[in-house]
Structures are given as C-alpha cells and as structure tokens.
C-alpha cells in the first residue's frame, strides 16, 4: 500500500527566505505527483505536476523536482512572500491502482512579515 | 468554465439525517473523483468516475454513503443516517482523459458538520 509522508508537519520562516518542503513515498512505481496548495477551509489548489518521468518543474518561484527512485520530491520556494503562507500537500498517482490520488498529511506553511 | 464548483460550500445537519451533495466537474473532465478530508490531514480518495461509469469505491465508502453520475456531468454524493464521524470536508475533482495528462483540478469542497 502506498504510502505519503510529508516533512515537516509545520514550517514558519521569514519573509525573503527560500525553503524546501519534503514529500516521501513507499512505492517508487508512480505515474505522476502533484503539489497542491490549500488555504484555510478551502480546496486544493493544483501547483506543479510532474510526470513519472520527468525529474522537475518549474512555475514563478515554485520548483518541484522528482526522484522516483528514491521516492522523494521536493517543492522549493524562492523568496517566500505572507501570501505564500498555506498548507502544502503532495500527493502521487500509482502505476497500478487506478486513478485515485495517494496524499501526504500535508506541510503547514507560514511566512512572517 | 471557472473550475470545480460545489454545493453546498457549509452544511450542519443532526445526527440521523441525510444529506446530498452536489459536484459540477470542468466541463470537458470526463473523469471525476470525490475525497474526504479531516482536519489536520491530506485527502482520502472515496470513488471515481469516468463518464457515468463508478469505476472505483475505496473501503472508506461505507453502505450509508452513495455517489451517482447520472449523466456523466454532475455527480452527487449522498450520506444516509449522518454520524458524528462523518463531519469532514468532501472535496470534488476532476480531470481530462489524456493519457499524458491526468492533472486533477479540485473545487472548494463542502464542509460537513453533523452534531
């Protein structure tokens, strides 16, 4: 059964500072991950999608990159701004399972002013 | 077309009652998810459609709970006989068929909260 693990649970960092949030999965055998981004009592929304094989992307300050050997990802943040302060979640496809999406508990994220 | 919209945005209902919720999927998805949501934690996927076709339930689905795509658009969720546990957010999404391309677009869910 795959499984999602996101680390940290909570990050608060200056305005300015560039970060990585971690995202690790059990099973390397995936189709694609997506990093999603989801605001207090909303939904999600969809961030940088990359392909099993593709090893990164790239949106503004936002780089996503895969392993999928080693079963990681990781979402990089340039110059982290207050409006970048949400909850992170990445969340994989499998090969195998049809087409549900397998989630990570998510990375609280909050950028001081 | 803005997105995934659902309806309601809140709703509260006792315990014992049944509730329906509403999806309306980007219009050209022909695929469409629904997933739950407690506090604190990511998603869990419940079922999927393609079309009008229910082709996945997770074990999470319990028999109080029922989806239907009717017309392969919108989709509806229903829980009969409400419990506490059931309070969560029901999240909908959706997607194109592409091989290559099954990036899923979400709606701002429906807050469930049964007391």
Partial sequence: ??????????????????????????????????WFRQDPGKGLTSLLLIQSSQREQTSGRLNASLDK???????YIAA????????????????????MLTFGGGTRLMVKP | DTGVSQD????????????TFRCD?????????????????GPEFLTYF?????LEKSRLLSDR?????????????????????DSAMYLCASSPQGASNTEAFFGQGTRLTVV
């Avoid at chain 1, 050997?69 to 979402?75: E, I, K, M, W, Y």
């Avoid at chain 2, 029922?66 to 829980?79: M, V």
């Avoid at chain 2, 009969?80 to 546990?85: A, L, P």
């Fill in chain 1, 1 to 34: 059964k795959q499984e999602v693990t996101q680390i940290p649970a909570a990050l608060s960092v200056p305005e300015g500072e560039n970060l990585v949030l971690n995202c690790s999965f059990t099973d390397s055998a995936i189709y694609n991950l997506q």
């Fill in chain 1, 80 to 99: 982290s701004q207050p409006g970048d302060s949400a909850t992170y979640l990445c969340a994989v496809r499998p090969n195998n399972a049809g087409n």
């Fill in chain 2, 50 to 54: 393609q079309n009008e076709a229910q």
């Fill in chain 1, 69 to 75: 050997s080693s079963g990681r990802s990781t979402l």
């Fill in chain 2, 8 to 19: 309601p945005r809140h709703k509260i209902t006792k315990r014992g009652q049944n509730v």
């Fill in chain 2, 65 to 85: 709970f029922s989806a239907e795509r009717p017309k392969g658009s919108f989709s509806t969720l229903e829980i009969q006989r409400t419990e506490q546990g």
């Fill in chain 2, 25 to 41: 999927p980007i219009s050209e998805h022909n695929r469409l998810y629904w997933y739950r949501q407690t506090l604190g934690q």
